[in-house]
């Protein structure tokens, strides 16, 4: 019944919602921070094989200097939930001293992770005492395989052990997030929602978009969540949601069993007039949408500039958050921030 999700996305294009630009007093919400650009992985629509120019250590913020950053976004421009990501997150040394700072500012409501999982089958206790609430882990394939040629020589065995862990350790409700692949999905896709069901885990599965070196390899194997849909041929029912999260929540009726699914398509019916989202990198280096590439450098702004000035510069920067012309950034995931 892929249709009921057909008529639940009104469809438009990128050009459209160019002209309809997203209010400049959109409430933020989210912060998105990368605490670095480093992975034990290489996912082929994520990072080039030979890995991306790493940020040299010296550059990369203290752990205190990126908490007074995320502080003052929390006063002063409405942030009030981190998503720490990467790179590999789990790869940041200190990132449990990280994770109890923000939990700690007032202000916060939540502090999340998105994580290949591979590392947490010994981190996810410590994160949990932390006051980590919840992880999504990236999971494209259950075939040792297949998932070897994602990601370029991972392990599917670790992301399954952290799985594991992070449900073992309380860091719930775990996500799984899957990106579609023309060539793959008629594979994946039914055994992920296998896997999901049997384990009660919600699934989202996202549009791949051109990002990075391998911009025509994302282009051939893009497949949209309205043609996957129709091809499973699951009954899917929209679940009444919040109106401003990227994925839009599904219950599907696989084989008997109801599974919470999440649809996230950036490039068929991309969401940008609901974006309540801001990235940061580990440089304090602020991107107001993934395929923006004007960035604002808080870290600097706030070393040089008094109080009032800084927010007027950061609200002008905000007053350009509009949809992109182009669904479409040379840079890699893993160094925007994902
Ligand atoms: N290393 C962590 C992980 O694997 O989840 C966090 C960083 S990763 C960049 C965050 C998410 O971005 C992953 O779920 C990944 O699949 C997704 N991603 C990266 N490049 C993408 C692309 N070109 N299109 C769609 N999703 C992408």
Redesign the pocket.
């Given at each position: 019944m892929s249709a009921s999700l057909v008529q639940f996305y009104p469809r438009h294009r990128v050009s459209q919602a160019v002209e309809m630009p997203v209010s400049t007093a959109a409430r933020l919400r989210l912060l998105r921070l990368s605490v670095t650009d480093r992975?034990n992985?290489r996912?082929r629509?994520?990072m080039p094989v030979e890995g991306v120019t790493k940020v040299a250590h010296q550059d990369l913020l203290p752990l205190e200097n990126i908490v007074n950053l995320v502080q003052w976004l929390v006063a002063h421009a409405g942030i009030d939930r981190v998503r720490l990501?990467?790179?590999?997150?789990l790869l940041r040394s200190g990132i449990e001293q990280l994770v109890s700072d923000l939990v700690a500012i007032a202000g916060v409501r939540e502090v999340s992770l998105?994580?290949?999982g591979s590392l947490l089958p010994r981190m996810a206790w410590g994160l949990k005492a932390a006051g980590l609430s919840r992880v999504?882990i990236?999971l494209d394939s259950l075939d040792e395989e297949r998932f070897a040629e994602v990601t370029r020589g991972g392990h599917l065995q670790p992301t399954l052990n952290g799985i594991a862990a992070a449900q073992e350790a309380g860091l719930t409700p775990i996500k799984l997030?899957t990106?579609l692949r023309r060539s793959t999905w008629k594979q994946e896709v039914p055994a992920l929602l296998d896997y999901a069901a049997q384990a009660g885990f919600e699934i989202r599965f996202?549009?791949?978009?051109r990002?990075?070196t391998e911009r025509a390899w994302?282009e051939t194997e893009f497949v949209s969540v309205d043609e996957v849909c129709a091809g499973l041929g699951a009954e899917i029912y929209p679940v009444e949601e919040e109106s401003r999260a990227s994925a839009r929540r599904t219950t599907m009726n696989w084989y008997g069993a109801p599974i919470a699914v999440g649809w996230i398509t950036p490039r068929s019916h991309p969401f940008c007039s609901r974006c309540d989202r801001l990235r940061m990198d580990a440089q304090g280096r602020l991107r107001r949408c993934l395929m923006d590439p004007a960035q604002l450098d808080l870290a600097n702004l706030l070393r040089w500039v008094n109080g009032d000035s800084a927010k007027r510069e950061f609200d002008s920067y905000i007053a350009g958050k509009v949809p992109p012309l182009s669904m479409d950034n040379a840079l890699a995931?893993?160094q925007i921030g994902?």
């Open positions: 992975c992985f996912c629509y994520c990501t990467g790179g590999e997150p998105t994580t290949n999504n990236s997030n990106v996202i549009e791949l978009m990002t990075g994302c995931m893993s994902g």
